[in-house]
């Protein structure tokens, strides 16, 4: 019990922000969002305002795979196509970038929702800004986002079933940063 305490201690005071608080300056609180998880975002986004102050800025960040790589990267050697190949995977590329950008719009338009009901349930005046960025890789990109804009809190929901990685891998690349996996949705088996 005595090592696994100080364990806690060390892994804690690892991601604890140092020296800003919520003193003179607005809050940052940047929220990750996820279309596999889009209860937990939802629930971030939500436990993002109830835990902010007044006037702090929160930022939610869906990060979007570009279609192209997806589609690319099934084939081995994408040069050695044949035209009617390359035409194929050029409207089913259209296709699936318009499929996309709504799922983007949805998912931004759902964790808007869970966060105005928030703020208006609380009476809390903070800024809410939403936006997509796109990367091959979601969890290193949102580590860079948080790294350019030096958030005070990084909050990410629990993955599907509970059983997601972001807030283990945002927890170790992350330091003078807290995160917080919102894992209340979950239920026991």
């Known amino acids: 019990v005595l090592l696994s305490a100080a364990m806690l201690h060390v892994r804690v005071s690892k991601v604890l922000p140092r020296g800003r608080g919520f003193s003179s300056a607005p809050s940052r609180l940047l929220v990750g969002l996820s279309k596999r998880d889009l209860e937990g975002s939802q ?38 196509m044949a035209p009617q190949v390359r035409d194929f995977l050029s409207k089913e590329g259209q296709q699936l970038q318009e499929l996309q950008d709504s799922t983007v719009q949805a998912i931004h338009q759902k964790a808007k929702e869970a966060a105005e009901d928030e703020r208006d349930v609380l009476g809390k005046e903070v800024d809410l800004i939403f936006e997509t960025r796109e990367a091959d890789h979601p969890k290193t990109e949102l580590v860079h986002v948080a790294a350019q804009w030096s958030p005070e809190y990084v909050l990410v929901g629990p993955g599907k079933d509970g059983r997601g990685r972001m807030g283990e891998f945002l ?12 894992r209340d949705g979950i239920k026991r088996r």
């Open 171 to 182: 927890l170790s690349a992350l330091y003078e940063t807290t995160v917080v996996v919102v």
């Open 43 to 80: 629930l971030a986004v939500r436990r993002a305002v109830r835990i902010a102050p007044e006037k702090a800025v929160i930022r939610a960040v869906f990060v979007n795979q570009p279609i192209q790589n997806l589609i690319l990267s099934s084939i081995m050697d994408p040069t050695d």
